[in-house]
């Protein structure tokens, strides 16, 4: 026999603020990248190169590709942006929107760039990669 579950008062409050505390977030994360595309894009890119991930033959062609991925995620609908990052939503648990947003970008798009010899690492060194500098851009915030 199947189970019934009732959802009351309680229940339904706690789900809501789940909610609200992860619709935050995205937003808090997608005004920082607004206000320092140009830095992160650079910093990006740098570590990129830095670690490996990618090898190209213009640091400067991938940055402003970044940027204009930044730009696009900045100006995105929900849909869009959980369209894009459908591949890779169960890469890592408890994901960074921007992250996988960029993640999806670089493995499936900036790899067919004119620029970019190759991308190497797995997909979650890419994400962690990303991380690592998302988190350094908001923690300046």
Same mark, same amino acid.
């Given at each position: 026999?199947?189970?019934?579950?009732?959802? &009351?008062n309680?229940?339904? =409050?706690?789900?809501? +603020?789940?909610?609200?505390? +992860?619709?935050?977030?995205? !937003?808090?994360?997608?005004?920082?990248?607004?206000?320092? !595309?140009?830095?992160?894009?650079?910093?990006?890119?740098?570590?990129?190169?830095?670690? &490996?991930?990618?090898?190209?033959? *213009?640091?400067? *062609? !991938?940055?402003?590709?970044?940027?204009?991925?930044?730009?696009?995620?900045? %100006?995105?609908?929900?849909?869009?942006?959980?369209?894009?990052?459908?591949?890779?939503?169960?890469?890592? *648990?408890?994901?960074? !929107?921007?992250?996988? @947003?960029?993640?999806?970008? #670089?493995?499936? =798009?900036? #790899?067919?760039? %004119?620029?970019?010899?190759?991308? @190497? &690492? *797995?997909?979650?060194d890419?994400?962690?990669? #990303?991380? %690592?500098?998302?988190?350094?851009?908001?923690?300046?915030?």
């Amino acid at each position: 026999m199947a189970k019934i579950f009732y959802t &009351g008062n309680r229940e339904a =409050k706690l789900l809501s +603020k789940i909610e609200s505390s +992860k619709e935050r977030e995205r !937003i808090k994360t997608i005004n920082t990248i607004r206000d320092n !595309i140009d830095v992160f894009s650079n910093k990006l890119s740098m570590k990129l190169i830095e670690t &490996g991930l990618v090898e190209t033959v *213009s640091k400067s *062609s !991938i940055e402003n590709q970044l940027a204009r991925c930044l730009d696009k995620l900045c %100006k995105a609908e929900d849909f869009d942006i959980d369209y894009m990052i459908a591949p890779l939503r169960t890469l890592v *648990s408890n994901p960074n !929107i921007a992250c996988l @947003y960029l993640t999806t970008f #670089i493995v499936e =798009k900036l #790899i067919n760039h %004119k620029d970019v010899i190759d991308v @190497y &690492g *797995s997909d979650e060194d890419i994400y962690y990669c #990303i991380q %690592k500098e998302l988190t350094a851009i908001l923690s300046n915030v």
